[in-house]
Protein backbone atom coordinates (compact mmCIF):
# COMPACT_ATOMS: atom_id res chain seq x y z
CA UNK A 1 0.00 0.00 0.00
CA UNK A 2 1.27 3.39 -0.77
CA UNK A 3 2.00 6.11 1.51
CA UNK A 4 -0.79 7.04 4.09
CA UNK A 5 -1.92 11.39 3.38
CA UNK A 6 -1.67 13.73 6.04
CA UNK A 7 -5.19 14.73 5.66
CA UNK A 8 -8.71 12.86 5.43
CA UNK A 9 -12.24 13.76 4.79
CA UNK A 10 -13.29 16.46 7.30
CA UNK A 11 -10.40 17.79 8.57
CA UNK A 12 -9.76 21.74 8.64
CA UNK A 13 -6.41 22.58 6.90
CA UNK A 14 -5.08 26.10 6.34
CA UNK A 15 -3.95 26.42 2.22
CA UNK A 16 -1.05 28.89 3.20
CA UNK A 17 -0.81 30.44 -0.37
CA UNK A 18 -4.67 31.93 -0.03
CA UNK A 19 -4.40 32.01 3.62
CA UNK A 20 -8.03 30.08 3.92
CA UNK A 21 -9.03 27.58 5.73
CA UNK A 22 -10.63 24.34 4.07
CA UNK A 23 -12.43 21.09 5.09
CA UNK A 24 -10.62 18.48 3.53
CA UNK A 25 -12.52 16.22 0.40
CA UNK A 26 -9.55 13.94 0.45
CA UNK A 27 -5.96 14.58 0.30
CA UNK A 28 -4.04 11.45 -2.16
CA UNK A 29 -0.83 11.05 -1.10
CA UNK A 30 0.01 9.76 -4.43
CA UNK A 31 -0.48 12.68 -6.19
CA UNK A 32 0.43 15.17 -3.55
CA UNK A 33 -3.06 16.75 -4.32
CA UNK A 34 -5.86 17.60 -2.47
CA UNK A 35 -9.41 18.83 -2.61
CA UNK A 36 -11.48 20.80 -0.29
CA UNK A 37 -15.46 20.72 0.31
CA UNK A 38 -17.21 23.72 -0.72
CA UNK A 39 -17.28 26.29 -3.76
CA UNK A 40 -15.91 25.40 -6.24
CA UNK A 41 -16.32 22.55 -6.16
CA UNK A 42 -13.85 20.18 -7.65
CA UNK A 43 -10.76 22.39 -7.49
CA UNK A 44 -7.49 20.79 -6.65
CA UNK A 45 -4.51 21.96 -4.52
CA UNK A 46 -0.48 21.03 -3.13
CA UNK A 47 -0.89 19.06 -0.49
CA UNK A 48 2.93 20.35 0.43
CA UNK A 49 1.24 23.84 0.43
CA UNK A 50 -1.15 22.88 3.43
CA UNK A 51 -1.03 22.68 6.64
CA UNK A 52 -3.66 20.60 9.26
CA UNK A 53 -5.38 23.33 11.64
CA UNK A 54 -7.78 20.76 13.28
CA UNK A 55 -8.12 17.31 12.82
CA UNK A 56 -12.01 15.70 11.99
CA UNK A 57 -12.74 12.99 15.22
CA UNK A 58 -13.73 9.48 13.00
CA UNK A 59 -17.17 9.92 13.83
CA UNK A 60 -17.22 13.57 11.85
CA UNK A 61 -15.03 11.87 9.20
CA UNK A 62 -17.30 9.11 8.29
CA UNK A 63 -20.64 11.96 8.53
CA UNK A 64 -18.25 14.35 6.17
CA UNK A 65 -17.25 10.92 3.70
CA UNK A 66 -20.92 9.86 3.68
CA UNK A 67 -22.14 13.83 3.20
CA UNK A 68 -19.97 13.28 0.19
CA UNK A 69 -20.49 9.41 -1.19
CA UNK A 70 -24.49 10.96 -1.39
CA UNK A 71 -23.28 14.53 -2.78
CA UNK A 72 -23.14 14.62 -7.28
CA UNK A 73 -19.46 15.62 -7.20
CA UNK A 74 -17.56 13.96 -9.48
CA UNK A 75 -14.50 13.23 -7.26
CA UNK A 76 -16.49 11.63 -4.66
CA UNK A 77 -15.66 7.95 -5.67
CA UNK A 78 -11.89 8.99 -5.32
CA UNK A 79 -12.53 9.90 -1.56
CA UNK A 80 -14.11 6.54 -1.13
CA UNK A 81 -10.79 4.95 -2.90
CA UNK A 82 -8.69 6.58 -0.29
CA UNK A 83 -10.83 6.00 3.20
CA UNK A 84 -13.07 3.16 2.45
CA UNK A 85 -17.14 3.27 2.43
CA UNK A 86 -18.42 5.61 5.52
CA UNK A 87 -21.41 2.98 5.34
CA UNK A 88 -19.35 -0.48 5.68
CA UNK A 89 -19.05 -2.06 8.99
CA UNK A 90 -15.99 -0.69 11.01
CA UNK A 91 -15.03 -4.01 12.00
CA UNK A 92 -14.50 -4.68 8.30
CA UNK A 93 -11.64 -2.14 7.72
CA UNK A 94 -8.56 -2.65 6.78
Known amino acids: MGERSPFR ?3 SILHEP ?3 TWVCA ?3 PETGYLSW ?5 DGEALIADCELV ?7 HRKWLGDLKR ?4 DAGRALR ?3 DPDA ?4 AR
Request: hydrophobic share 20%; aromatic share 10%.
Open 26 to 28: WAD
Open 71 to 74: STRR
Open 9 to 11: TGD
Open 37 to 41: LGWPP
Open 82 to 84: LYG
Open 18 to 20: SGE
Open 54 to 60: RAATDEE
Open 89 to 92: DPKD
